[in-house]
């Protein structure tokens, strides 16, 4: 008995998921042990499409509406991303008792929990492995490949296209806006680039995983999120100097007190296996009670990787409709169960990087000094790149660890200086991996 | 409803999976739904053993017979290792239609087909993820994280005991035999290290791990294997001139004319992110055609991070019993498909580096020349370290990328020559990923 299949969107992603699945049908159907089949297509300009197919056996549809009511499919792929139609074609599809696979984050973020209990409701399964790390099998591995497990720490990059303007500046030292400009032409970054480098993107995803890999309650809100437009190519250089380098870090941390949550550029050790992924890859770092760590890699996005994980789903859903009930426990939690309450973010303990562009006058470290003794700040290293101009090349001051609290605290009364050039930037510096 | 779990081997995994199914309990039956009960536990020595319960509620047993025929049972787990006895409890349990989780990388890559048959005919399952690369959910990756993907190319470090090895020559620059001590004496190397370090504990997991890749009829026997016995200090120090590391690499590369499969030491580029992997960790790099690059990383082994895989696949098979038929297809195939044959050794094209260790003559380096010329193998570098004793010190040519047939025949005729100290040491440079 076959399996059906209805796919609604054919952008990049649904354009790699239809390759797949007409190219690999043969071994699909070896793994599965009976045929998943194409049975419609969906998309508002449907008929400029280049297809792998055109005759007549694959329905093809500019209204959604024919899939999730036709009873010859099992499943419906969302692929069209957004919030507000994709929301309804969920719900649609759900309602009458039809499983989806999505690679909507955004809306899984927001939503998750209440799309699960309306699965569960129906008897159904929702399933999201496309939603974060586009290649990487992340969400099959917090749900099957390390289920026994007990999370204490994630660390990712999940966001690919902010990793390569960050490599792209650490490699080149070109300014920020070349940089996005060049990921523009590359098609790596949209017209506006926002969602990716202010942290947004990511946001949404360890939202995703964070819930998944703790069982808590969790919402974007809940993510502290900074972006990457204040990093400058000097920022790279005293990095290496640190023998660290500088990524767009997505930790939740478990610790007696409850869970850090932050998306934020952070300084990582260039012995930690994170600093090698460059370019517009995603990884995952993950620390284990019993497992210890695992880490995880692969393309981020693109239409076949992310392909991949669509198809994947769709193997792992047909074969649960086909051989028993789909329906699982949502890894969604409903209610904050508050064994991983969220932590305020000014909580974090750690070494920070802070970076700092002044008027050349006598006196400035004192000063600085001063005050970051006043908030019991201790100074780790004092870092001054040779320059020619005092004016445009700042200076660093790295700590020791202290407090995000006071850090800020400090920063506020630095402010308050007459020397500063522009705000003070810190970044924490993470040793944990 | 619950499922009943009977354990046969109380050793390190045994333990640590015990250890994480009492202080794991909530989790687990949180995530599935219903609770998986430990039911039995076998070992010839269960009274010395110091388990975390001992209220009567698991029965203790030396006589595994008694867990198999046990109705109460559902999920038999073999953790005692070996061909012979482990055989007749996983064909036991099959027969009187228990699923069974095993760890048996050994047993797994001589006769898994036939288990999975057998499985198959009692409508019963039988989960693998202990038996290859310990902490890391290699099995669920490719069983369901990229299904849907084709793979193209797998490369492993899969025997932590040898990657230590190996990592501990290049740090200390330390004799072979000194290591093998040192890992001996931290528990990480056998009495007798042959199974780790001539290859053949790698060459089982990739056994298993090819199969489940390329869903082809494989043996250990189709891959060439060779262990790390001949590695010296040096060779790290011409690696490092070169911009490489050694590794035992597995790898298993698909080609037009076949598979390639082999277990040997080989140079990688330190570009790699497979160079990164010290000490007793593994890792497993693949490349698919849809997907590209996926990278996998974690303890190789270990009593928690084995019995986190354990525990997982325990989870999967439960939740497969409780709600649906658990019969999966068969990963293995149970004859020659002919779409991936294992391809002879000798036909593999790259880059080696070929060691010499000779007396002080003239014209050496013209008589290997002329050999390797005659043989139509293109000389790529001759690499000396400053040295103070000609004899003790080897010297190293590394090739153009050359057939393997050709490097074979060349060596057997410089083997002739009379200025040779020991044999020419050939490795394979890897430039694939």
Known sequence: MEVGVGIIGLGNVGLGTLQILVENSKSIQEKLGFPLTLKAVCSRNVQQKELPFR???????????????DPEIDII??????????????????????????????????????????????????AMEASVAGGIPIHTVLREGI???????????????????????????????????????LGYAEADPSADVDGLDARSKLAILAALA??????????????????????????HQLKHTIRLL??????????????????????????????????IWIRGAYGEDTFYYGRGAGSKPTGVAVVSDLMRVAREIRFGSPARVSPFAHERLGEYKPLPI??????????????DKAGIIATLATILAKHHIGIDAVLQLPREDWRDLPFVVTTEPAKEQSIRDAILEIRGADFLVEAPFAMPMERGF
Chains 1, 2 share one sequence.
């Open 214 to 239: 703790f069982g808590e309650k969790l919402t974007p809100a809940d993510i502290y999120t900074e972006g990457i437009r204040r990093i400058i190519p000097v920022d790279f250089q005293y990095a």
């Open 77 to 126: 792929v969302e692929l069209i991303g957004g919030t507000a139609t994709a929301a309804h074609i969920i719900e649609s599809a759900l309602r009458q008792g039809k499983s989806v696979v999505t690679a909507n984050k955004e809306l899984l973020a927001l939503r998750g929990a209440e799309f699960w209990s309306l699965a569960n409701q129906n008897g159904v399964n929702l």
């Open 55 to 69: 005759d007549g056996a694959v329905r093809e549809t500019t209204d959604w509406h024919e899939l999730t009511s």
């Open 346 to 359: 000014p909580t974090q303990k750690l070494p920070y990087y802070l970076r700092f562009r002044v008027e």
């Open 250 to 283: 997505c930790l939740a941390r478990q610790s007696e007190e409850g869970l850090l949550l932050s998306v934020r550029p952070s300084l990582i050790p260039q012995s930690a296996i994170l600093a090698h992924v460059t370019g517009a890859y995603n990884a």
């Open 147 to 185: 289920a026994g497990d007990r999370v204490i720490e994630l660390y990712g990059i999940l966001n690919g296209t902010s990793n390569f303007i960050l490599t792209e500046i650490e490699k080149s030292s070109a300014a920020f806006e070349s940089v996005v400009a060049e990921a523009q032409q």
